[in-house]
């Protein structure tokens, strides 16, 4: 069941008239007919990827990375989330907007090649082929906190590196102030793109200093292996503290930039998604009360903690 509910330009104003599935089946009603339009056309003839494996043969540069070891600054208060609940649970609306959904359609994306521009203010702008991003940088492990605004919780190991690795590559200038990510723009692909009246492609940002914390973390792996498709193969950002919307999946683009950008989940509702989404308790979601959150996998409730518990390391970012 989808939770993130985009509000339609034909919403009435009382948010609850329509029912969540009744909105949602419409959603997917018209993209539907969009993607018949479009294949009816013939622009769809040959674009469809064969299905992939979860888990396809690691490359010889993923074999000198796998396992990655493990940072053990970054360590947990609670077990890690089953790798296969993890694994079938996500939010990927470029997909489906049904979680458990997103596993099988995800594997539509074709993975390589794959690019990452590094550009805007910055001193050496790049564009990395992902293999050579996978070679230039030491890979490490880490086990985070996931908290999404939904109110549940997992918790992760990831494989990749700090973004601030990459930025100090490319030489921020003085005049940047935040960094703009985005995600592939592939509706042939990722067919929740034909819903023409939603944002795509998915942006992202941050502030620059949030940027270069130690925490906020580049993912192309998770439990030991390359990224699946479903978790924003080949390569994501994790910002643990955080709420879940901020950790964009798939990056093309990472932009450095004068000025706060717009964001997906914030253009569609700004009431709703906030830019910061700093996890905090005591500041109520208009859907979810924050003060809880439930492990996916084992339903375990827990208290919220602020910045995710990671306070010690980012509350400084904001005068605390
Ligand atoms: N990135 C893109 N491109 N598209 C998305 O829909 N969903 C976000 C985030 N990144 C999303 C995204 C949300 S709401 C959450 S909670 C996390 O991805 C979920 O990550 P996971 O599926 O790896 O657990």
Not at 57 to 86: C, H, W
Not at 281 to 302: A, D, L, Y
Request: with cysteine; aromatic share 12%.
């Amino acid at each position: 069941m989808a939770h993130i509910r985009i509000p339609r330009p034909w919403e009435i104003s009382e948010r609850e008239a329509t029912p969540e599935s009744a909105f949602m089946t419409r959603r997917r009603f018209l993209a539907g007919s969009l993607l018949a339009t479009v294949a009816t056309a013939g622009l769809v003839s040959g674009c469809s990827p064969p299905p992939a494996n979860d888990a396809p043969p690691l490359s010889d540069i993923e074999k000198k990375i796998y396992p990655a070891p493990r940072n053990n600054a970054y360590s947990l208060d609670r077990d890690l989330t089953d790798e296969a609940v993890a694994a079938g649970y996500n939010n990927f609306y470029e997909f489906s907007d049904a979680k458990e959904d997103v596993r099988t359609l995800a594997r539509r994306l074709i993975q390589r090649p794959w690019a990452v521009e590094i550009s805007g203010l910055v001193g050496k702008p790049r564009t990395f082929d992902i293999d050579d991003l996978l070679k230039t940088l030491p890979m490490e492990e880490r086990l985070y906190r996931l908290r999404c605004v939904e109110a549940w919780s997992m918790a992760v190991p990831w494989t990749g590196f700090p973004l601030r690795a990459l930025l100090e590559k490319v030489e921020p200038g003085s005049r940047a102030t935040h960094v703009r990510m985005t995600t592939f723009y592939r509706p042939f692909q990722a067919f929740g793109q034909l819903a023409f009246w939603e944002p795509w492609p998915y942006t992202e940002g941050l502030t620059l200093p949030e940027a270069m914390n130690e925490l906020t973390f580049m993912a192309v792996g998770v439990y030991g292996h390359p990224l699946p498709a479903q978790h924003g193969a080949p390569i994501r950002l994790v910002v643990p503290w955080k709420y879940g919307y901020k950790s964009i999946k798939s990056v093309v683009k990472i932009e450095l930039i004068d000025h706060a950008p717009s964001t997906f989940w914030n253009t569609v509702d700004p009431l709703e998604y906030d830019f910061t989404a700093n996890v905090d308790p005591k500041v109520p979601h208009p859907r979810w009360p924050q003060s809880r959150e439930k492990m996916i996998g084992t339903e375990q409730v827990r208290l919220t903690l602020p910045y995710n518990g990671y306070g010690r390391e980012v509350a400084h970012l904001y005068g605390g």
